[in-house]
């Protein structure tokens, strides 16, 4: 799965930058997030910190340039639902259509792996018309390549850009459900094997 031009690594607080200039443009250009306003750099190494307390952070670069990110979040709080998370994946829109997504996803699925969750969802916002100027079905499509299902789509829930957009969950599971399920790990519990694993990537 390695390749020479792109590394997979943790995302660190110093990232934030980086990566605010790949989101900002998903921000004030697409309805793929339904934020309005692009985050601070300060506000994204926040988010970041947060995340990686729990769950995985990566980063793409490819040829030493930031290529794209992905993180995993919590799917709900209740002690229950410890078992799945949210997922979110951003490339870079000039390093679209080179695998990075993909990429990202696997490191992703084999971190979450590592630390017992078992589900996998991905909320992705959907157009209402087949042709809409801020929005495809591209993210849609990615996630059903890589092995999601359709569980559910909420109607008009969304509004951005003076237009009303659906939002559909999908999942994967990645991991057998048991009667005696043993407690997920958090990201920093396993971070040293995964960091190796991602060595391959």
Known sequence: MKSQDIRIRTAAPEDAEKLVEIYGFYVAKTAITFEYQIPTAEE???????????YPYFVAERDGEMAGYAYAGTFHD????????????YVARDQKKRGIGRRLHAALEMALREQGILNMNACVASPMQEEDPYLTRDSLEFHRHLGYRLVGEFFQCGYKFGRWYNMVWLEKHIGNHLKDQGAPKAFEEVRGRIEERLETF
């Not at 994204?44 to 729990?54: A, D, S």
């Not at 209740?78 to 994946?89: K, P």
């Open 44 to 54: 994204f190494e926040r988010r970041i910190r947060k995340t990686l307390k729990r």
């Open 78 to 89: 209740r002690a229950a639902y410890d078992w799945a998370v949210e997922t979110s994946i």
